[in-house]
Protein backbone atom coordinates (compact mmCIF):
# COMPACT_ATOMS: atom_id res chain seq x y z
CA UNK A 1 0.00 0.00 0.00
CA UNK A 2 0.91 3.37 -1.06
CA UNK A 3 1.50 6.83 1.02
CA UNK A 4 -1.83 7.56 -1.35
CA UNK A 5 -3.93 4.58 -1.33
CA UNK A 6 -3.49 4.86 2.86
CA UNK A 7 -5.17 8.38 2.30
CA UNK A 8 -7.85 7.04 0.08
CA UNK A 9 -8.36 4.64 2.72
CA UNK A 10 -8.93 6.75 5.69
CA UNK A 11 -11.23 8.69 3.54
CA UNK A 12 -13.10 5.95 2.16
CA UNK A 13 -13.70 4.60 6.21
CA UNK A 14 -13.40 8.19 7.44
CA UNK A 15 -11.24 6.71 10.24
CA UNK A 16 -7.63 6.67 10.81
CA UNK A 17 -8.54 4.01 13.94
CA UNK A 18 -5.84 1.79 14.58
CA UNK A 19 -7.17 -1.47 16.82
CA UNK A 20 -4.32 -2.92 18.47
CA UNK A 21 -4.39 -6.57 19.05
CA UNK A 22 -2.83 -7.01 22.03
CA UNK A 23 -5.25 -9.85 23.14
CA UNK A 24 -3.84 -11.19 26.49
CA UNK A 25 -5.01 -15.05 27.41
CA UNK A 26 -5.78 -14.07 30.79
CA UNK A 27 -8.45 -11.05 30.22
CA UNK A 28 -10.33 -13.24 27.40
CA UNK A 29 -13.68 -13.65 28.37
CA UNK A 30 -14.70 -16.64 30.67
CA UNK A 31 -17.28 -18.27 27.53
CA UNK A 32 -14.37 -18.49 25.03
CA UNK A 33 -11.96 -19.87 27.15
CA UNK A 34 -13.59 -23.21 26.46
CA UNK A 35 -12.72 -22.93 22.79
CA UNK A 36 -10.17 -24.98 20.40
CA UNK A 37 -8.53 -21.29 20.38
CA UNK A 38 -9.45 -19.08 22.55
CA UNK A 39 -7.51 -15.54 21.20
CA UNK A 40 -8.08 -16.76 17.44
CA UNK A 41 -11.89 -16.54 18.35
CA UNK A 42 -11.86 -13.42 20.34
CA UNK A 43 -9.56 -11.60 17.41
CA UNK A 44 -12.37 -12.79 15.16
CA UNK A 45 -15.24 -11.33 17.34
CA UNK A 46 -13.54 -7.78 18.02
CA UNK A 47 -12.63 -8.00 13.84
CA UNK A 48 -16.11 -8.52 12.91
CA UNK A 49 -16.98 -5.93 15.15
CA UNK A 50 -14.94 -3.11 14.48
CA UNK A 51 -13.55 -3.17 10.82
CA UNK A 52 -15.74 -1.14 9.26
CA UNK A 53 -14.56 1.59 11.63
CA UNK A 54 -10.80 0.88 11.31
CA UNK A 55 -8.35 1.12 8.83
CA UNK A 56 -5.45 -0.61 10.71
CA UNK A 57 -4.78 -3.65 13.05
CA UNK A 58 -1.78 -4.16 14.88
CA UNK A 59 -1.23 -7.57 16.39
CA UNK A 60 1.37 -6.60 19.63
CA UNK A 61 3.82 -10.36 18.71
CA UNK A 62 4.16 -10.26 22.61
CA UNK A 63 1.32 -11.62 23.46
CA UNK A 64 1.31 -14.01 20.57
CA UNK A 65 4.82 -15.11 21.75
CA UNK A 66 3.77 -15.51 25.08
CA UNK A 67 1.39 -18.79 24.24
CA UNK A 68 4.93 -20.60 22.33
CA UNK A 69 3.78 -22.17 19.22
CA UNK A 70 0.41 -22.18 20.03
CA UNK A 71 0.15 -17.78 19.95
CA UNK A 72 1.77 -18.06 16.50
CA UNK A 73 -1.20 -19.81 15.26
CA UNK A 74 -3.46 -17.87 16.69
CA UNK A 75 -1.53 -15.15 15.12
CA UNK A 76 -1.37 -16.68 11.53
CA UNK A 77 -5.21 -17.72 11.67
CA UNK A 78 -6.08 -13.95 12.91
CA UNK A 79 -4.10 -12.55 10.29
CA UNK A 80 -5.45 -15.38 7.64
CA UNK A 81 -9.39 -14.30 8.90
CA UNK A 82 -8.72 -10.51 8.68
CA UNK A 83 -7.44 -11.03 5.04
CA UNK A 84 -10.00 -13.19 3.62
CA UNK A 85 -12.91 -10.38 5.14
CA UNK A 86 -11.52 -7.49 3.88
CA UNK A 87 -8.40 -5.72 1.34
CA UNK A 88 -9.56 -2.12 2.99
CA UNK A 89 -7.05 -2.61 5.69
CA UNK A 90 -3.57 -1.93 6.66
CA UNK A 91 -1.93 -4.54 8.94
CA UNK A 92 1.12 -4.18 11.12
CA UNK A 93 3.15 -6.64 13.12
CA UNK A 94 3.73 -4.29 16.60
CA UNK A 95 7.26 -6.25 16.97
CA UNK A 96 9.68 -3.34 17.91
CA UNK A 97 12.45 -5.57 15.94
CA UNK A 98 16.43 -4.46 15.48
CA UNK A 99 19.08 -6.65 14.73
CA UNK A 100 22.30 -6.98 12.17
CA UNK A 101 21.59 -7.37 8.51
CA UNK A 102 20.90 -11.01 8.19
CA UNK A 103 19.13 -11.09 10.72
CA UNK A 104 16.73 -8.15 10.16
CA UNK A 105 16.00 -9.78 6.57
CA UNK A 106 14.85 -13.18 8.39
CA UNK A 107 12.41 -10.92 10.44
CA UNK A 108 11.23 -9.01 7.44
CA UNK A 109 10.63 -12.51 5.76
CA UNK A 110 8.50 -13.78 8.46
CA UNK A 111 6.42 -10.58 8.61
CA UNK A 112 6.28 -9.03 5.00
CA UNK A 113 5.91 -13.27 3.39
CA UNK A 114 5.39 -15.80 5.75
CA UNK A 115 2.81 -13.47 7.51
CA UNK A 116 1.50 -10.85 4.93
CA UNK A 117 1.48 -7.43 7.17
CA UNK A 118 2.14 -4.40 5.36
CA UNK A 119 4.41 -3.12 7.96
CA UNK A 120 6.42 -3.73 11.16
CA UNK A 121 7.41 -1.47 13.85
CA UNK A 122 11.07 -1.45 14.42
CA UNK A 123 13.53 0.04 16.90
CA UNK A 124 15.99 2.64 15.34
CA UNK A 125 18.94 2.13 17.94
CA UNK A 126 21.49 -0.78 15.76
CA UNK A 127 20.91 1.86 12.69
CA UNK A 128 20.71 1.95 8.81
CA UNK A 129 21.78 -1.65 8.28
CA UNK A 130 19.15 -2.89 10.56
CA UNK A 131 16.70 -1.25 8.60
CA UNK A 132 17.31 -1.45 4.94
CA UNK A 133 16.39 -5.08 4.93
CA UNK A 134 13.42 -4.09 5.58
CA UNK A 135 12.93 -1.62 2.85
CA UNK A 136 14.14 -3.94 0.51
CA UNK A 137 10.52 -5.10 0.56
CA UNK A 138 8.77 -3.33 -2.17
CA UNK A 139 5.19 -2.15 -1.12
CA UNK A 140 5.85 -2.51 2.71
CA UNK A 141 6.16 -0.05 5.63
CA UNK A 142 8.81 0.25 8.53
CA UNK A 143 7.34 2.14 11.28
CA UNK A 144 10.60 3.37 13.10
CA UNK A 145 10.15 4.36 17.25
CA UNK A 146 10.71 8.02 17.75
CA UNK A 147 8.93 9.47 20.51
CA UNK A 148 7.23 6.58 22.60
CA UNK A 149 4.13 6.78 24.88
CA UNK A 150 5.82 5.38 28.19
CA UNK A 151 6.70 7.15 30.75
CA UNK A 152 10.98 6.39 30.67
CA UNK A 153 10.63 7.37 27.24
CA UNK A 154 12.86 10.36 27.89
CA UNK A 155 15.86 8.74 29.50
CA UNK A 156 17.58 8.05 25.97
CA UNK A 157 15.03 9.55 23.79
CA UNK A 158 15.75 13.23 24.79
CA UNK A 159 18.87 13.55 25.00
CA UNK A 160 20.64 16.81 22.85
CA UNK A 161 23.29 16.35 20.68
CA UNK A 162 26.07 18.32 21.28
CA UNK A 163 26.84 19.21 16.99
CA UNK A 164 23.14 19.63 16.47
CA UNK A 165 21.33 20.49 19.33
CA UNK A 166 18.51 18.17 18.55
CA UNK A 167 17.23 15.46 21.04
CA UNK A 168 17.62 12.46 20.41
CA UNK A 169 14.60 11.52 19.20
CA UNK A 170 14.47 14.48 16.74
CA UNK A 171 17.48 13.06 15.25
CA UNK A 172 15.81 9.35 14.92
CA UNK A 173 13.50 11.17 12.38
CA UNK A 174 15.20 13.55 10.61
CA UNK A 175 18.04 11.10 9.53
CA UNK A 176 15.85 7.68 8.78
CA UNK A 177 13.69 10.19 6.69
CA UNK A 178 16.72 10.09 4.31
CA UNK A 179 16.44 6.04 4.37
CA UNK A 180 13.71 5.59 2.31
CA UNK A 181 10.31 7.57 0.97
CA UNK A 182 6.79 8.26 2.77
CA UNK A 183 5.80 5.21 0.72
CA UNK A 184 8.15 3.11 3.35
CA UNK A 185 8.74 4.70 6.51
CA UNK A 186 6.43 5.64 9.32
CA UNK A 187 6.93 6.46 12.96
CA UNK A 188 6.19 5.53 16.37
CA UNK A 189 4.84 8.95 18.15
CA UNK A 190 3.31 8.24 21.75
CA UNK A 191 -0.10 10.33 22.01
CA UNK A 192 0.76 11.58 25.53
CA UNK A 193 3.47 13.44 24.14
CA UNK A 194 1.08 15.11 21.76
CA UNK A 195 2.56 18.95 22.63
CA UNK A 196 6.17 17.03 20.68
CA UNK A 197 3.71 16.68 17.60
CA UNK A 198 4.35 20.75 16.13
CA UNK A 199 7.99 20.08 16.21
CA UNK A 200 7.84 16.51 14.80
CA UNK A 201 5.84 18.07 11.77
CA UNK A 202 8.72 20.53 11.35
CA UNK A 203 11.13 17.99 10.44
CA UNK A 204 9.06 15.18 8.94
CA UNK A 205 6.05 17.31 7.83
CA UNK A 206 4.74 14.42 4.91
CA UNK A 207 5.30 11.25 6.69
CA UNK A 208 2.51 9.27 8.47
CA UNK A 209 2.93 8.91 11.92
CA UNK A 210 1.60 5.81 14.26
CA UNK A 211 0.04 7.04 17.27
CA UNK A 212 -0.36 4.87 20.44
CA UNK A 213 -0.86 5.88 23.60
CA UNK A 214 -5.08 7.11 22.90
CA UNK A 215 -7.25 5.45 25.67
CA UNK A 216 -5.64 3.70 28.32
CA UNK A 217 -2.68 5.28 28.34
CA UNK A 218 -4.18 8.86 28.40
CA UNK A 219 -3.60 10.78 25.49
CA UNK A 220 -6.01 13.21 23.92
CA UNK A 221 -6.61 12.40 19.98
CA UNK A 222 -8.59 15.92 19.70
CA UNK A 223 -4.65 17.09 20.44
CA UNK A 224 -2.62 14.43 18.26
CA UNK A 225 -5.01 15.56 15.55
CA UNK A 226 -4.67 19.66 16.30
CA UNK A 227 -0.76 19.06 16.37
CA UNK A 228 -0.20 16.12 14.02
CA UNK A 229 -2.66 15.94 11.35
CA UNK A 230 -1.40 16.91 7.73
CA UNK A 231 -2.94 17.56 4.48
CA UNK A 232 -3.03 13.29 3.78
CA UNK A 233 -4.33 13.09 7.45
CA UNK A 234 -0.68 11.48 8.25
CA UNK A 235 -1.94 10.05 11.38
CA UNK A 236 -2.98 5.96 12.36
CA UNK A 237 -4.30 6.31 16.25
CA UNK A 238 -4.25 3.35 17.94
CA UNK A 239 -5.60 2.00 20.49
CA UNK A 240 -5.41 -1.50 22.05
CA UNK A 241 -6.86 -1.88 25.30
CA UNK A 242 -9.46 0.55 25.01
CA UNK A 243 -11.67 -0.73 22.28
CA UNK A 244 -10.60 -4.79 22.95
CA UNK A 245 -11.33 -4.96 26.40
CA UNK A 246 -14.03 -2.46 26.84
CA UNK A 247 -16.03 -5.10 28.54
CA UNK A 248 -14.57 -8.66 29.91
CA UNK A 249 -18.48 -10.16 29.39
CA UNK A 250 -19.97 -12.02 26.93
CA UNK A 251 -20.70 -8.51 25.01
CA UNK A 252 -17.35 -8.19 24.64
CA UNK A 253 -17.76 -7.57 21.05
CA UNK A 254 -20.49 -5.27 21.02
CA UNK A 255 -18.47 -2.99 23.67
CA UNK A 256 -15.93 -2.54 21.25
CA UNK A 257 -17.48 -1.75 18.91
CA UNK A 258 -19.37 1.13 20.34
CA UNK A 259 -15.67 2.80 21.55
CA UNK A 260 -14.56 1.82 17.99
CA UNK A 261 -17.92 4.00 16.51
CA UNK A 262 -17.18 6.54 18.98
CA UNK A 263 -13.34 6.84 17.95
CA UNK A 264 -14.08 6.70 14.38
CA UNK A 265 -17.05 9.37 14.69
CA UNK A 266 -14.59 12.19 16.38
CA UNK A 267 -12.34 10.63 13.51
CA UNK A 268 -14.43 11.91 11.35
CA UNK A 269 -15.36 15.03 13.08
CA UNK A 270 -11.44 15.82 12.65
CA UNK A 271 -11.25 14.78 9.14
CA UNK A 272 -13.91 17.19 8.31
CA UNK A 273 -12.68 19.90 10.03
CA UNK A 274 -9.54 20.03 8.22
CA UNK A 275 -10.99 19.19 5.10
CA UNK A 276 -9.83 16.08 4.13
CA UNK A 277 -13.52 14.14 3.81
CA UNK B 1 22.67 -17.89 37.88
CA UNK B 2 25.07 -15.10 39.66
CA UNK B 3 27.65 -13.28 38.54
CA UNK B 4 30.01 -15.26 40.56
CA UNK B 5 28.27 -18.71 39.14
CA UNK B 6 29.34 -17.54 36.12
CA UNK B 7 32.72 -16.58 36.65
CA UNK B 8 32.66 -20.32 38.05
CA UNK B 9 31.96 -21.80 35.12
CA UNK B 10 33.92 -20.20 32.95
CA UNK B 11 36.55 -21.44 35.12
CA UNK B 12 35.36 -25.04 35.17
CA UNK B 13 35.05 -25.14 31.30
CA UNK B 14 38.13 -22.84 30.43
CA UNK B 15 36.23 -21.48 28.05
CA UNK B 16 33.93 -18.06 27.92
CA UNK B 17 32.23 -19.11 24.79
CA UNK B 18 29.03 -18.58 23.51
CA UNK B 19 27.23 -21.00 20.47
CA UNK B 20 25.02 -18.43 18.92
CA UNK B 21 22.33 -20.94 17.40
CA UNK B 22 21.68 -18.64 14.18
CA UNK B 23 20.14 -21.89 12.37
CA UNK B 24 19.29 -21.32 9.30
CA UNK B 25 16.56 -23.81 7.20
CA UNK B 26 18.56 -22.88 4.34
CA UNK B 27 21.76 -23.08 5.23
CA UNK B 28 20.97 -26.75 7.33
CA UNK B 29 23.10 -29.91 5.37
CA UNK B 30 20.90 -31.41 3.13
CA UNK B 31 20.62 -34.99 4.34
CA UNK B 32 18.91 -33.21 7.87
CA UNK B 33 16.71 -32.15 5.58
CA UNK B 34 14.11 -34.87 5.36
CA UNK B 35 13.84 -35.31 8.96
CA UNK B 36 10.47 -34.10 11.11
CA UNK B 37 12.02 -31.60 13.02
CA UNK B 38 15.41 -30.09 10.46
CA UNK B 39 15.69 -27.59 12.70
CA UNK B 40 15.90 -29.36 16.14
CA UNK B 41 18.40 -31.73 14.53
CA UNK B 42 21.04 -29.62 13.47
CA UNK B 43 20.80 -27.86 16.76
CA UNK B 44 20.92 -31.06 18.74
CA UNK B 45 24.06 -32.20 16.98
CA UNK B 46 25.83 -28.86 17.16
CA UNK B 47 24.97 -29.16 21.18
CA UNK B 48 26.31 -32.74 21.24
CA UNK B 49 29.05 -31.36 19.73
CA UNK B 50 30.06 -28.23 21.51
CA UNK B 51 28.84 -28.15 25.17
CA UNK B 52 31.67 -29.32 26.39
CA UNK B 53 33.65 -26.00 25.13
CA UNK B 54 30.86 -23.73 25.64
CA UNK B 55 29.47 -22.00 28.19
CA UNK B 56 26.53 -20.66 26.65
CA UNK B 57 24.27 -20.89 23.85
CA UNK B 58 21.84 -18.24 22.22
CA UNK B 59 19.35 -19.21 20.42
CA UNK B 60 18.85 -15.85 18.15
CA UNK B 61 15.35 -15.81 17.52
CA UNK B 62 14.54 -14.52 14.09
CA UNK B 63 15.34 -17.43 12.21
CA UNK B 64 12.89 -19.36 14.47
CA UNK B 65 10.46 -16.74 14.28
CA UNK B 66 10.99 -16.83 10.53
CA UNK B 67 9.45 -20.59 10.48
CA UNK B 68 6.17 -19.76 12.31
CA UNK B 69 4.73 -21.59 15.23
CA UNK B 70 6.82 -24.41 13.74
CA UNK B 71 10.12 -22.54 14.37
CA UNK B 72 8.88 -22.23 17.55
CA UNK B 73 8.90 -25.93 18.19
CA UNK B 74 11.99 -26.26 16.92
CA UNK B 75 13.26 -23.69 19.84
CA UNK B 76 11.33 -25.10 22.60
CA UNK B 77 12.60 -28.55 21.73
CA UNK B 78 16.51 -27.09 21.75
CA UNK B 79 15.72 -25.97 24.76
CA UNK B 80 14.51 -28.95 26.42
CA UNK B 81 17.46 -30.55 25.00
CA UNK B 82 19.79 -28.64 26.36
CA UNK B 83 18.72 -28.54 29.64
CA UNK B 84 18.50 -32.28 29.83
CA UNK B 85 21.47 -32.32 28.56
CA UNK B 86 23.67 -30.41 30.83
CA UNK B 87 22.75 -27.87 34.06
CA UNK B 88 26.47 -26.09 32.92
CA UNK B 89 25.36 -23.92 30.77
CA UNK B 90 23.78 -20.31 30.30
CA UNK B 91 20.69 -19.68 27.93
CA UNK B 92 20.45 -16.40 26.23
CA UNK B 93 17.67 -15.48 23.93
CA UNK B 94 18.83 -13.34 21.38
CA UNK B 95 15.89 -11.35 21.43
CA UNK B 96 16.38 -7.20 21.19
CA UNK B 97 12.78 -6.92 22.91
CA UNK B 98 12.09 -3.58 24.13
CA UNK B 99 8.26 -2.60 24.73
CA UNK B 100 6.06 -0.91 27.08
CA UNK B 101 5.97 -2.07 30.47
CA UNK B 102 2.71 -4.45 30.20
CA UNK B 103 3.98 -5.82 27.23
CA UNK B 104 7.34 -6.08 28.52
CA UNK B 105 6.06 -8.24 31.29
CA UNK B 106 4.83 -10.60 28.67
CA UNK B 107 8.02 -11.13 26.93
CA UNK B 108 10.13 -11.47 30.31
CA UNK B 109 7.58 -14.43 31.03
CA UNK B 110 7.79 -15.55 27.13
CA UNK B 111 11.60 -16.10 27.92
CA UNK B 112 12.44 -16.62 31.40
CA UNK B 113 9.40 -18.96 32.18
CA UNK B 114 7.93 -20.68 29.24
CA UNK B 115 11.33 -21.15 27.78
CA UNK B 116 13.27 -20.76 31.12
CA UNK B 117 15.95 -18.91 29.46
CA UNK B 118 18.62 -17.22 32.08
CA UNK B 119 18.95 -14.19 29.80
CA UNK B 120 17.41 -11.76 27.04
CA UNK B 121 18.86 -9.28 24.94
CA UNK B 122 16.92 -5.99 25.14
CA UNK B 123 17.24 -2.60 23.52
CA UNK B 124 17.31 -0.24 25.44
CA UNK B 125 15.48 2.73 23.12
CA UNK B 126 12.11 3.00 25.23
CA UNK B 127 14.06 3.67 28.95
CA UNK B 128 13.69 2.26 32.19
CA UNK B 129 9.96 0.73 32.43
CA UNK B 130 10.31 -1.38 29.29
CA UNK B 131 13.48 -2.72 30.89
CA UNK B 132 12.01 -2.78 34.57
CA UNK B 133 10.08 -5.78 34.25
CA UNK B 134 12.79 -8.37 33.03
CA UNK B 135 14.85 -6.91 36.17
CA UNK B 136 11.50 -8.41 38.27
CA UNK B 137 12.62 -12.14 37.71
CA UNK B 138 14.73 -13.29 40.26
CA UNK B 139 18.08 -15.11 39.03
CA UNK B 140 17.31 -13.86 35.57
CA UNK B 141 19.31 -11.65 33.40
CA UNK B 142 19.23 -8.31 31.27
CA UNK B 143 21.40 -8.13 28.64
CA UNK B 144 20.95 -4.39 27.12
CA UNK B 145 22.37 -3.46 23.92
CA UNK B 146 25.33 -0.80 23.87
CA UNK B 147 27.76 -0.57 21.31
CA UNK B 148 26.55 -3.40 18.72
CA UNK B 149 28.47 -5.21 16.38
CA UNK B 150 27.06 -4.08 12.42
CA UNK B 151 28.53 -1.48 10.62
CA UNK B 152 26.14 1.61 11.40
CA UNK B 153 25.97 1.13 14.88
CA UNK B 154 27.21 4.32 14.94
CA UNK B 155 24.12 6.49 13.35
CA UNK B 156 22.96 6.79 16.83
CA UNK B 157 25.16 5.25 19.24
CA UNK B 158 27.83 7.56 18.73
CA UNK B 159 25.61 10.83 19.18
CA UNK B 160 27.32 12.91 21.69
CA UNK B 161 25.30 14.84 24.63
CA UNK B 162 25.55 18.57 24.95
CA UNK B 163 25.03 17.96 29.04
CA UNK B 164 27.90 15.18 29.92
CA UNK B 165 29.53 14.85 26.77
CA UNK B 166 29.22 11.15 26.57
CA UNK B 167 28.18 9.39 23.71
CA UNK B 168 24.84 7.41 23.31
CA UNK B 169 25.86 3.74 24.67
CA UNK B 170 28.14 5.47 27.21
CA UNK B 171 25.08 6.82 28.46
CA UNK B 172 23.55 3.92 28.00
CA UNK B 173 26.51 2.01 30.19
CA UNK B 174 26.38 4.01 32.74
CA UNK B 175 22.19 5.03 33.36
CA UNK B 176 21.22 1.03 33.25
CA UNK B 177 24.18 0.26 35.68
CA UNK B 178 21.96 2.23 38.19
CA UNK B 179 19.00 0.36 37.22
CA UNK B 180 19.92 -2.69 38.54
CA UNK B 181 22.94 -5.03 39.73
CA UNK B 182 25.81 -7.14 38.33
CA UNK B 183 24.14 -10.25 38.58
CA UNK B 184 21.11 -8.73 36.84
CA UNK B 185 22.65 -6.57 33.83
CA UNK B 186 25.05 -7.18 31.39
CA UNK B 187 25.60 -5.22 28.11
CA UNK B 188 26.15 -5.92 24.53
CA UNK B 189 29.83 -4.89 22.95
CA UNK B 190 30.77 -5.95 19.55
CA UNK B 191 34.08 -7.17 18.92
CA UNK B 192 34.47 -5.62 15.94
CA UNK B 193 34.38 -2.25 18.50
CA UNK B 194 37.29 -3.40 20.52
CA UNK B 195 38.76 -0.34 20.51
CA UNK B 196 36.53 1.31 21.94
CA UNK B 197 36.30 -1.60 25.33
CA UNK B 198 38.88 0.18 27.56
CA UNK B 199 36.89 3.38 27.47
CA UNK B 200 33.77 1.03 28.05
CA UNK B 201 35.60 -0.90 30.97
CA UNK B 202 36.06 2.70 32.67
CA UNK B 203 31.98 2.88 32.84
CA UNK B 204 31.01 -0.68 33.60
CA UNK B 205 34.56 -2.04 35.22
CA UNK B 206 32.56 -4.98 37.11
CA UNK B 207 29.86 -6.08 34.65
CA UNK B 208 29.70 -9.22 32.26
CA UNK B 209 29.82 -8.26 28.40
CA UNK B 210 27.97 -10.16 25.60
CA UNK B 211 30.60 -9.65 22.68
CA UNK B 212 29.15 -10.55 19.50
CA UNK B 213 31.27 -10.12 15.91
CA UNK B 214 34.08 -12.71 16.44
CA UNK B 215 34.25 -14.68 13.54
CA UNK B 216 32.64 -14.10 10.69
CA UNK B 217 32.04 -10.73 11.09
CA UNK B 218 35.60 -10.13 11.66
CA UNK B 219 36.74 -9.13 15.70
CA UNK B 220 39.52 -10.20 17.16
CA UNK B 221 39.59 -12.62 20.47
CA UNK B 222 42.96 -11.58 21.09
CA UNK B 223 41.98 -7.91 21.36
CA UNK B 224 38.64 -8.36 22.95
CA UNK B 225 40.34 -10.01 25.59
CA UNK B 226 43.35 -7.09 25.97
CA UNK B 227 40.90 -4.31 27.01
CA UNK B 228 37.44 -5.99 27.79
CA UNK B 229 38.71 -8.69 30.26
CA UNK B 230 37.99 -7.63 33.97
CA UNK B 231 39.14 -9.89 37.40
CA UNK B 232 36.20 -11.90 37.12
CA UNK B 233 36.79 -12.89 32.96
CA UNK B 234 33.51 -10.48 32.62
CA UNK B 235 33.51 -11.55 29.22
CA UNK B 236 31.29 -14.11 26.99
CA UNK B 237 31.98 -14.25 23.45
CA UNK B 238 29.91 -15.00 20.56
CA UNK B 239 30.72 -17.48 17.44
CA UNK B 240 27.60 -17.98 15.61
CA UNK B 241 28.09 -18.57 11.87
CA UNK B 242 31.77 -18.91 12.08
CA UNK B 243 31.30 -22.40 14.48
CA UNK B 244 27.36 -23.89 13.22
CA UNK B 245 28.49 -23.11 9.40
CA UNK B 246 32.03 -24.23 9.20
CA UNK B 247 30.56 -27.22 6.87
CA UNK B 248 27.90 -27.51 5.06
CA UNK B 249 27.93 -31.05 4.62
CA UNK B 250 27.61 -34.55 6.87
CA UNK B 251 30.71 -33.49 9.32
CA UNK B 252 28.81 -30.37 10.03
CA UNK B 253 28.95 -31.17 13.30
CA UNK B 254 32.68 -32.56 13.84
CA UNK B 255 33.78 -29.04 12.08
CA UNK B 256 31.14 -27.09 14.27
CA UNK B 257 33.59 -29.12 16.95
CA UNK B 258 36.67 -28.12 15.60
CA UNK B 259 36.23 -24.55 15.56
CA UNK B 260 34.97 -24.42 18.99
CA UNK B 261 38.16 -26.48 20.73
CA UNK B 262 40.32 -23.60 18.66
CA UNK B 263 38.39 -20.87 20.10
CA UNK B 264 38.51 -22.77 23.70
CA UNK B 265 41.86 -23.46 23.70
CA UNK B 266 42.48 -19.67 22.79
CA UNK B 267 39.80 -18.72 25.46
CA UNK B 268 41.95 -20.76 28.15
CA UNK B 269 45.20 -19.51 26.94
CA UNK B 270 43.84 -15.90 27.67
CA UNK B 271 42.07 -16.65 30.90
CA UNK B 272 45.95 -18.23 31.72
CA UNK B 273 47.46 -15.39 30.94
CA UNK B 274 45.36 -13.43 33.03
CA UNK B 275 46.02 -15.76 36.21
CA UNK B 276 42.02 -16.44 35.94
CA UNK B 277 42.23 -20.42 36.12
Same mark, same amino acid.
Given at each position: MTHNQLFELIRKKRSFLCVGLDTDINKIPEHLKTTDDPVFEFNKAIVDATHERSVAYKPNLAFYESLGARGWESLAKTMNYIQQKTNDIFLIADAKRGDIGNTSSLYARTFFETFNFDAVTLSPYMGLDTVSPFLAHEGKWSIILA???? *????????LTDKITGKKLYETVLEKISHWGTTDQIMYVVGA? *?? +?ALQGIRKIVPNHFLLVPGVGAQGGSLAEVAKYGMNSRCGLLVNSSRGII????? +??FAEQAQKKAVVLQQEMQQLLENNNLL
Open positions: LTSN *KSAGDFQYT *KA +EYASGG +ED
